[in-house]
């Protein structure tokens, strides 16, 4: 089967552990502070997958891959994402963004799995005991060695340089992106001034109005996105399985959002170097917003890296950047997503709904969505925005939207039970809905709270009854308990009005 669960990869790790060298196992040990021989021997094995090419460690596993039951000493939260990083940053060089998930499998222990991304255009290095720095590989067993032949320095070195060629190619990409872009915009602006002059000759002065927001541009762009997305999941080379039933049904529920960074007049604005732009942004969003991923994510894999795309809409021509692919060699985690940056500061993800997936993995027999992964969605949007919007000069304004579809017959989950306990059992009637919210970038960042609200409630409201008033629901201190509790699940989250 090419579309592969969580669980099902560690299914197929388990039953190859002695083929993979990209596949790591380690017993449920210390990873704190006090003990620093083993905070080396996992930065060692991490730094030997990252120059291997990426892969997984897998923390509850002995060496001949059994999974084993999880000692008390050791709580989950032991495990979580800050708590790998905070003595990663210190071993690893150049610094390795990890993402830790934690896997249910099929004994019903939950095991914390380290997915590490491939190294950059330079191997990654990382300290021993003592604190000297080596490079490590993988070699057959598998196992973490220090790199020490020739043959092993060509491989690495070629990887490397592949990277290189990926980098210089972006570079070039943006170069030409920028240069049409200020061509366009300096073109644009000439025939501008030409037509404002012979109408200012010839005709009688009238009151300026400001032009409204271009809607009509903003959803050929989000449909755009949308369809290349629906297209993506019907590419993917279905099996029987109900994964396999479920990852079809996407095509037909899932959310398009975005927004669109305007000038004080309501006009679209220029992207400089949007590689740069995006990849700034996607750091910050690790900071504030990350759940093991996040909205406008920017991969280092050569394969998926973002690239410069142009496209035809409507038949007009938009350039911009394209995130990952969705393709049959993705392992489903419980969402799919794709996504693009306009030139002209359009940003449009789609991605589906988490919810679904956990509905097939907890057996749950009713369609639902729940306010903590709404609020999870929409602070994605929200902070991607604000992150975005003071990096873009000339950026008054911020046109938010989201579009939902497949919502007929839907209730309301609350809390992280995923659907078990419920705000309302109400139904959905309709099965698409969609807002259009627009801020000031004054209002954004100095009332980001607020604008969270603004953009959660009338999608809440779907539910909105005598038992669930959203409006009610939605107060800080209900929004910082959702909050708390995404932490102790390994989480990097935080409100851009919240202290550090």
Same mark, same amino acid.
């Given at each position: 089967m090419s579309v592969l669960t969580d669980v099902q990869q560690m299914e197929e790790d388990l039953r190859h552990r002695s083929e993979k060298l990209n596949v790591e196992f380690k017993a449920w040990m210390d990873v704190s502070k006090a003990n620093r021989d083993g905070q080396a021997k996992i930065a060692r094995h991490i730094a030997a997958i990252a120059n291997h090419g990426g892969g997984r460690l897998y923390f509850g596993v002995d060496d001949d891959g059994n999974p084993e039951p999880r000692p008390g000493a050791f709580p989950l939260e032991h495990y979580r994402s800050d708590a790998i990083h905070n003595f990663l940053k210190t071993r690893l060089e150049p610094p390795l963004q990890c993402e830790v998930r934690f896997t249910e499998f099929t004994n019903g222990v939950i095991y914390p799995v380290v997915h590490i991304p491939p190294h950059g255009v330079t191997p990654v290095g990382a300290k021993d005991e003592n604190s000297f720095m080596h490079v490590y590989v993988r070699s057959v067993g598998p196992e973490s060695v220090k790199i020490s032949s020739y043959q092993q320095w060509e491989t690495i070195l070629k990887r490397c340089m592949r990277f290189r060629d990926v980098e210089a190619v972006q570079t070039r990409e943006e170069d030409d992106l920028t240069r049409t872009q200020a061509m366009t915009k300096a073109i644009t602006e000439s025939v501008t001034a030409s037509v404002l002059r012979i109408l200012a000759e010839n005709m009688s002065p009238a009151p300026a109005a400001r032009p409204g927001v271009d809607w009509t541009t903003i959803d050929a762009l989000t449909e755009s996105a949308r369809r290349e997305f629906i297209a993506q999941i019907h590419a993917l080379d @279905?099996?029987?399985?109900?994964? $396999?039933?479920?990852?079809? =049904?996407?095509?037909?529920?899932?959310?398009? /959002? !975005?927004? /669109? %960074?305007? $000038? /004080? $007049? &309501? &006009? @679209?604005?220029? %992207? =400089?170097?949007?590689?740069?732009? %995006?990849?700034? /942004?996607?750091?910050?969003? !690790?900071k504030v917003a990350s759940f093991g991923w996040h909205d406008f994510i920017v991969l280092t894999n050569s394969d998926v890296s973002p690239r410069t795309r142009l496209w035809s809409i409507d038949n007009k021509d938009h350039n911009g950047v394209e995130g990952m692919r969705v393709n049959s060699r993705t392992v489903y985690f419980g969402e799919y997503d794709y996504w693009r940056a306009y030139g002209n500061s359009v940003f449009v993800t789609t991605k589906s709904y988490r919810e679904d997936y956990h509905r097939l993995r907890f057996g749950i027999d009713h369609p639902f969505l729940t306010s903590v992964n709404i609020f999870i969605r929409m602070h994605c949007l929200l902070a991607h925005a604000a992150i975005t919007s003071v990096r873009v000069p000339g950026a008054e304004k911020v046109a938010l939207f989201t579009d939902h579809r497949g919502l007929k017959d839907r209730i309301l989950g609350r809390g992280m039970d995923y659907g078990l306990r419920m705000h309302t059992h109400l139904k959905v009637v309709e099965d698409r809905y969609f807002t259009r919210l627009v801020v000031s970038r004054a209002d954004l960042l100095e009332d980001y709270f607020g604008t969270l609200k603004r953009l959660c409630v009338p999608i809440l409201e779907i539910w909105g009854g005598s038992n669930f008033d959203p409006e009610e629901w939605f107060t800080r201190e209900n929004v910082e308990q959702i909050i708390s509790g995404l932490r102790k699940e390994g989480s990097t989250v935080r409100l851009l009005d919240q202290d550090v």
């Open positions: @279905f099996g029987t399985t109900e994964t $396999d039933q479920q990852v079809q =049904e996407i095509a037909g529920k899932h959310v398009s /959002a !975005g927004y /669109a %960074l305007l $000038d /004080a $007049d &309501n &006009n @679209f604005l220029t %992207l =400089e170097r949007p590689h740069k732009l %995006l990849r700034e /942004a996607s750091e910050e969003m !690790g």
